[in-house]
């Protein structure tokens, strides 16, 4: 598999779920069972008709499409600027929160709400709270969805549909702890008073500034070698130019 920690954790189960019924297909053309020396087919044809591990699939892509996707166009947007990235990191803490919750059933396709329907979650909620309170960055979020929404809205009707709900919401309030003491080990203090901030670099840490320099090496040297990228990345780091 090609790509980061992100797409291998969350984006590749949504993926996965999209193709299920061609990769059943598939797995049943060639009657994987039939050849004791491929385990591998064999292993991916059992875990494709479990519902357990579908539901820890469809757990892990209710967390790409409504968290992760909106806080990647929220962190990664030029809108943002740095005394900003506070108020998106806690009200992405709340949802987190909220998927710890006890009883959450699904509502319909696309749509999941507490039992008591005081509190309905959607696809865009993460999104709607964070530009409640920061609703400058409507204008550049809505051309964002307009481009997304429709493999959102797909994916987050699988993921939250009736037949294994109960197992997925299962799967996300036992995460929810996790998520949050992860998310709480990211933060910087507040810096949302302070206006010298307002163009300082949005990635403090220096692993994942690390990566930062990476990626604009390797966007910007568009078809140049690995080796050349990270040296170019390295010098960045060092401040050589």
Known sequence: VKGSRQSINVQLPTAILRNLEAYTEYCSAVRAEDDPLNQLM??????????YV?????????VDVAFTSPMIFFTHSKLVERPMIRTIMDCAEGFLEELGSEGYRPVG?????RIDDSNILLVDTLAESILEKLPLLRGGYNAWWASQHE??????ATVTSRDLW??????LRAASPFM???HQRNLDKDCSEISELKYAPKTSDLVESGFAHVDLAVNT????????CLGVAHASMLKAF
């Not at 493999?151 to 987050?156: G, K, M, R, T, V």
Request: charged share 25%.
């Open 42 to 51: 064999k292993a991916a044809w059992d875990g494709l008709r479990d519902k």
């Open 54 to 62: 579908v539901a820890a699939l469809r757990a892990r892509s209710f």
């Open 109 to 113: 396709e696309g749509l999941s709400a």
């Open 151 to 156: 493999d959102l809205e797909s994916a987050f």
């Open 166 to 171: 109960t197992e997925v919401s299962a799967h």
């Open 180 to 182: 949050i003491a992860t």
């Open 221 to 228: 040297l568009c078809g140049a070698g690995v080796e050349a």
